[in-house]
């Protein structure tokens, strides 16, 4: 955060012109050397105690190709998802989760609905593929669960 509030500060006396989104922020913690916990936006439990209605798709990192390449097999991608089918939620552990915070975060910047994030082409094997999976898991047509 300070990285990106120095850079907005530079770019604003330089060009005048300049907006830093600040929200909705990333965190990330480490329990153990090898396991990375990322948890942004709204929590499940979280949406559950304000009443929102969501619809969750989870992706195991166990049926993930490149999880299973790199052992990086422990781990989970799971995205809430409002009634209206936009992204409200992403909780993410595992290996490499870290490197994956920008596509949930610019989702809910952008107003990403769970289609669009499961019809946008990832990479193949990326661990980002576990976005899109878990994205058509909360529409109910998962291919690789």
């Known amino acids: 955060m300070a990285d990106k509030e120095s850079f907005t500060s530079k770019f604003m006396r330089t060009t005048g012109k300049v907006r830093m989104i600040f929200g909705p922020a990333q965190t990330s913690s480490l329990d153990h050397p090898m396991t990375e916990e990322n948890?942004?936006?709204?929590?499940?439990?979280?949406?559950?105690?304000?009443?929102?209605?969501?619809?969750?798709?989870?992706?195991p990192f166990t049926a993930s190709g490149k999880a299973t390449a790199a052992g990086e097999r422990d781990g989970f991608v799971k995205l809430l998802f409002d009634e209206e089918e936009r992204l409200i939620g992403a909780h993410m552990v595992g290996g490499s989760v870290t490197e994956m915070l920008c596509e949930p975060t610019l989702a809910k910047q952008l107003g990403v609905t769970a289609h669009?994030?499961?019809?946008?082409?990832?990479?193949?094997?990326?661990?980002?593929?576990?976005?899109?999976?878990?994205?058509?898991?909360?529409?109910?047509?998962?291919v690789h669960l």
Request: charged letters at 20%.
């Open 39 to 59: 948890q942004q936006l709204l929590k499940e439990q979280q949406a559950q105690e304000k009443g929102i209605a969501y619809k969750a798709g989870r992706f």
């Open 116 to 142: 669009q994030i499961a019809r946008t082409i990832h990479a193949h094997p990326s661990m980002n593929e576990a976005m899109m999976e878990a994205a058509e898991a909360a529409l109910g047509c998962a």
